[in-house]
């Protein structure tokens, strides 16, 4: 006969934790207590596998489950002796849900189930106390007519204010067991007028009216609105779990309290919790009595005068502390644990693993390992690498009040204050003064960066999460709030427009770049602290991992912060970004708008020297360490001059008359520049571009191998090739620039010459591009825009449609589409290595420092990832989590 209903109480249970997906989380944690000795109510857990039945039968239950139920009962009976129902001895039962992973709030729960108008006397005698089963029983009235029967909780509110009124009373507390036996009777008279019929007095009648109801509540729009939000299918379902209740507040050797195993904020290994004399469990929750401190010791640091629960019933407490170790030692975890204690009995009624903040999570694990109660490699699953975000930039403090002025996406986290700044030239100025500025733009474009770069953050009203501002801003470690589409901006005007606020140049703001959050002045934050926790648990993911780590990076502060984190060479050096200095910048446009080689090379000429010193500065900077270098690949139009002044100056410098470089830009415009004139496009018309920025790299290569003896070995990458033909044509100026500085140095460096796969053409001909070509790396930015189709600057608005109507899981931007874009990439490596079996293979794009997207990356068999250098280490963790395997579910 199939088993749906599990029996759990009196030192034994028919269920375990691991059986979770059966009996929920909650149900399965109490019969492991039960099983472990830990007093428990007694009770029953009616399986998931029942709430499917009930979904899938028209809401019907299993023919068996009736018979089964009134036997758990009749067990709960015998151990609890008494009787449900019963005029002298009633049990009263809880009624909750369940599920496999937890929703708190989002189901329903029925309490003091069993009570009616003669089981009631019976509670009165028994507890000698009437006032507390009339209470009891409107409570019961109230949250069964409200669950179950769907009567409004107004109707209620209605009666209690007019009985108070009519007496003169104020608090609930101050009502007698007459005022409340009158509040029973005049419920009992709203509910019949209200329903047609009177409320149910048999309790088998209410005790399946309010198992209906939790497996109704699982698809109520909160539930179903909770389980999108957090991934959770809706056929897992949930359970019921059928217990006899316990009362904290029947007198003063009562109690009932929550708390943790260890501090869940900083992870320090105390018992941390409140518990309040003579009260329900809803009564520490909602906050009406202040609840005190459990340990002596947390009182006296709090300064607190109401006594510890250590103080009070030192005997249930040293039980409570026992159960405290037990629990942690058999769960391995910090626990979170509700309890109640009834005339000096303790009884558990819930335990979990605990939650808790970055900090903490890293600190317990850190502990639990070394204390040999978990291994380093479980230490290692149990951290969520995307939390080490936390721990590796400011926060707001968490205690601060915000005033919320607008939400955008969360695009480089951390938080920053400053005075808002309308244009990078002021953001320059403003920070030259001293002052901290918070760059405000529609958009950003690489001109920005060095206004980006002085900012301790920056918003934009438009872009995704791998817009100009998001990508440059995660690079740089600054916070950034991009695609707040309700703020208003002004640029000219200087101003912007929120909620009904106006914010002029000059007035602080503040952004949480890991909510999305804008406020209005300064939030106080706290600084990052790297502990010695933090270097442990690297180490241990690196003894692990397999896949490299590299840094996206291309400036010195850049580079020397990627390898802080512990980055093991550079991924991806854009060159572009590095001529957006304003020494630079003229020459480049000059070079960008020269109508003939000549022209080009005359401006190429003054640009050779910057980018030699570049790369002789990142060169020693990496030390010997792999340094990929991309030849440039800009869409045009973000180097062409934007105003008339820009214009003047690029003339000047060229030495031509502003009317022709006007039509100039003109013909230079692009309507699409993303699919335009931009990356090996640029190389292949104009050669002289990548020669010189080949022949920098080598120059630089040699300088510093012959001034510290280490080896520099270049890779030089070529941006957006969707043909062998441009790759090899490519490849020759780059082995020309070689020989030439070669020998006119009289030195000879190992290089290698690959190539960006962001084409679906260059993945699906990856075999023959790797005939030439020694490694690949794959730019999952624009692969994925030209696997979608789908703008990487223009989708945040409609990919946030797609998310909600389920089309896309993730923003494919910031997690790899694994099934569309990872099969290109899949297909690229296979084809790429049956041609060159030692094929090195990394990763650049957005994707390389996501975790999800790093487990595909080493289930393809790439060599390494690259990424920001502030999400190196949540890489070097997400690789070890990799290389172990699936991540334990047992996390912050
Ligand atoms: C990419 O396309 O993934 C990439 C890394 O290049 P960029 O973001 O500079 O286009
Ligand atoms: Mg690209």
Request: charged share 25%; aromatic share 6%.
């Amino acid at each position: 006969m199939a088993k749906w209903v599990y029996a759990f109480g009196g030192g034994t249970a028919e269920g375990r934790s691991e059986m979770k997906n059966l009996l929920g989380g909650k149900g399965a944690n109490l019969a492991e207590m039960a099983n472990m000795g830990i007093p428990v109510p007694p009770g029953f857990t009616v399986t998931t596998e029942v709430c499917t039945y009930y979904y899938d039968n028209q809401q019907t239950y299993p023919a068996e489950l009736k018979t089964q139920v009134e036997a758990a009962v009749v067990q709960i009976e015998r151990i609890m002796d008494c009787k449900f129902g019963d005029e002298k001895n009633p049990l009263l039962l809880s009624v909750r849900s369940g599920a496999r992973a937890s929703m708190p709030g989002m189901m329903d729960t029925v309490l003091n189930l069993g009570l009616n108008d003669i089981s009631v006397e019976g509670l009165a005698a028994k507890s000698g106390d009437p006032r507390f089963a009339f209470d009891s029983y409107r409570r019961f009235i109230q949250m069964y007519s409200s669950v179950v029967l769907g009567i409004e909780h107004h109707h209620f509110e209605a009666i209690l204010d007019t009985i108070k009124t009519d007496r003169g009373l104020k608090l609930d507390t101050d009502l007698t067991a007459a005022d409340w036996r009158k509040v029973v009777a005049a419920y009992k008279e709203m509910v019949a007028k209200e329903l047609g019929r009177p409320f149910p007095q048999n309790v088998n009648d209410q005790l399946w009216g309010a198992v209906g109801a939790v497996f109704g509540s699982w698809m109520n729009q909160r539930a179903i609105t909770y389980r999108r939000l957090h991934e959770i299918p809706a056929d897992w379902g949930t359970a019921v779990n059928v217990q006899a209740m316990v009362f904290g507040n029947m007198g003063e050797d009562c109690a009932t309290g929550v708390a943790f195993t260890r501090n869940p904020s900083t992870g320090i290994n105390e018992f941390y919790g409140e518990y309040l004399i003579n009260a329900q469990g809803e009564d520490v929750v909602a906050g009406i009595r202040t609840p005190q401190y459990l340990t002596t010791e947390a009182r006296k640091t709090a300064g607190a005068d109401l006594p510890a629960m250590e103080e009070v019933m030192p005997k249930v407490f040293n039980e409570l502390a026992a159960i405290r170790a037990k629990l942690e030692e058999h769960f391995t975890d910090m626990q979170d644990i509700e309890f109640t204690v009834q005339k000096d009995k303790l009884w558990m009624l819930q335990t979990r693993t605990g939650k808790r903040t970055a900090a903490a999570a890293l600190k317990i694990a850190i502990d639990l390992a070394k204390d040999g109660v978990i291994t380093k490699e479980k230490a290692i699953q149990r951290i969520e690498p995307n939390a080490l975000d936390h721990l590796l930039h400011p926060t707001l403090d968490p205690k601060a009040a915000r005033n919320v002025l607008a939400r955008g996406l969360p695009a480089s986290p951390g938080a920053a204050s400053g005075r808002v700044v309308f244009t990078a030239q002021d953001a320059e100025a403003w920070a030259g003064r001293g002052e901290k500025v918070i760059l405000v733009r529609v958009e950003t474009s690489p001109e920005d960066i060095g206004g980006m770069h002085v900012s301790q953050g920056i918003l934009t009203s438009r872009g995704g999460m791998t817009s100009h501002a998001a990508v440059v801003a995660r690079g740089m470690g600054r916070a950034c709030v991009a695609g707040a589409g309700e703020v208003r901006i002004d640029t000219r005007a200087k101003t912007m427009f929120s909620r009904g606020h106006e914010v002029k140049e000059g007035d602080v703001i503040t952004l949480d770049g890991s909510t999305g959050e804008v406020m209005l002045g300064a939030v106080p934050t706290v600084q990052p602290e790297l502990t010695g926790d933090f270097g442990t648990l690297m180490g241990w993911v690196d003894e692990i991992r397999t896949l490299k780590v590299r840094a996206n990076a291309e400036t010195p502060l850049d580079a020397r912060t990627a390898r802080r984190f512990g980055a093991e060479g550079i991924g991806l050096c854009r060159t572009e970004h590095m001529f957006f200095h304003p020494e630079r910048i003229i020459a480049v446009r000059e070079m960008i708008m020269a109508t003939d080689e000549a022209g080009r090379r005359h401006a190429l000429a003054k640009i050779e020297p910057y980018q030699k010193n570049d790369f002789v500065e990142l060169f020693e900077i990496m030390a010997g360490l792999p340094v990929t270098v991309r030849l440039l690949d800009p869409p045009l139009h973000e180097f062409l001059p934007k105003n008339e002044a820009e214009m003047a100056d690029v003339a000047r410098a060229a030495g031509t008359d502003v009317s022709a470089l006007r039509s100039r830009n003109t013909e230079l415009h692009e309507t699409n520049p993303m699919l335009g004139h931009r990356g090996c496009r640029l190389g292949i018309s104009y050669p002289e571009i990548y020669e010189m920025q080949a022949r920098a790299i080598f120059e630089a290569a040699v300088e510093v191998s012959k001034k510290s003896g280490v080896t520099v070995t270049p890779e030089v990458m070529i941006p957006l090739v969707c043909t062998k033909k441009e790759f090899d044509l490519l490849k020759e100026v780059i082995d020309g620039a070689a020989r030439e500085v070669f020998s006119q140095r009289g030195m000879t460096l190992p290089y290698m010459v690959g190539t960006m796969i962001e084409l679906p053409r260059a993945a699906l001909v990856a075999g023959k591009i790797a005939e030439t070509a020694s490694f690949f790396s794959f730019g999952t930015n624009d692969l994925t825009q030209t696997t979608l189709g789908m703008s990487r600057d223009d989708s945040g608005p409609f990919i946030e449609v797609y998310r909600q109507k389920g089309i896309f899981e993730h923003d494919p931007f910031a997690t790899l589409d694994q099934e569309g874009v990872g099969e290109m990439v899949q297909i690229a490596a296979e084809r790429g290595r049956k041609t060159r079996p030692d094929l090195k293979l990394g990763i650049c794009g957005e994707h390389g420092g996501d975790p999800a997207s790093i487990t595909f990356c080493q289930k393809v068999g790439l060599n390494y990832v690259s990424c920001s250098p502030y999400r190196v280490p949540i890489a070097r963790l997400a690789a070890a989590q990799a290389a172990l395997g699936a991540r334990s579910d047992t996390t912050a």
